[in-house]
Nanobody, 112 residues
Framework: QVQFVESGGGLVHAGGSLRLSCAAS???????MGWYRQTPGKQRELVGR???????YYIDSVKGRFTILRDNAKNTVYLQMNSLKPEDTAVYYC???????WGQGTHVTVSS
């Protein structure tokens, strides 16, 4: 099993930016990597994915604002978040799928 450690969260004003990092315990080169987020009382939701050749998918609410990048040499995936909104407040996780064990996540709080 590949394990992940997320970092880079924090408190930011609406309209601001954050860059989250996801460090893997092993190679991610063969994996489609996903970023997810969860708020209290809600199910964890997919934010977007980056495929093995670098193409990406995003949910509608973050399109044009979030960008997922991967650095296979560093076994790391990034989530660049721009134009943040209060509704982006959540704990953010990365993973290969929802069946793999989850990391501790990183908290993002966007103030209005």
């Amino acid at each position: 099993q590949v394990q992940f450690v997320e970092s880079g969260g924090g408190l930011v004003h609406a309209g601001g930016s954050l860059r989250l990092s996801c460090a893997a315990s092993g190679s991610i080169i063969i994996y489609v990597m996903g970023w997810y987020r969860q708020t209290p009382g809600k199910q964890r939701e997919l934010v977007g994915r980056i495929f093995t050749r670098g193409s990406t998918y995003y949910i509608d609410s973050v399109k044009g604002r979030f960008t997922i990048l991967r650095d296979n040499a560093k076994n790391t995936v990034y989530l660049q978040m721009n134009s943040l909104k209060p509704e982006d407040t959540a704990v953010y996780y990365c993973n290969i799928n929802t069946l793999n064990p989850w990391g501790q996540g990183t908290h993002v709080t966007v103030s209005s």
